[in-house]
């Protein structure tokens, strides 16, 4: 009778170990938190670079087209 419990429970145990349905969903949520996590640390780092990053783009935009207008003057 013993023998038979034992066995029972241990089918039990291993069809519980194989049942993995929510297993994915715990990865999923786990690996966006360490993006979130990841993204957030980048952001808090690169926030005294980004207003003189982009000071620099418009700088270089604004140059860009003000020597448009000064061609050769072919037509």
Same mark, same amino acid.
């Given at each position: &009778? #013993?023998?038979? =419990? ?6 039990? @145990?291993?069809?519980?170990? !194989?049942? !993995?349905? /929510?297993?994915?969903? +715990?990865?999923?949520?786990? &690996?966006? @938190?360490?993006? +979130?996590? +990841?993204? %957030? #640390? $980048? /952001? #808090? =780092? ?6 003189? %990053?982009?000071?620099? #783009?418009? !700088? &270089?935009?604004?140059? @860009? $087209?003000?020597?448009?207008? =000064? /061609?050769? /003057?072919? !037509?």
């Amino acid at each position: &009778m #013993i023998s038979y =419990a034992y066995l029972v429970l241990n089918m039990k @145990a291993n069809e519980l170990l !194989r049942n !993995r349905k /929510g297993q994915n969903t +715990v990865e999923y949520l786990l &690996m966006l @938190a360490v993006v +979130v996590g +990841v993204v %957030l #640390i $980048a /952001g #808090i =780092a690169l926030k005294s670079y980004m207003p003189t %990053l982009f000071d620099d #783009i418009q !700088r &270089m935009i604004s140059g @860009a $087209a003000g020597s448009l207008g =000064a /061609g050769s /003057g072919n !037509r």
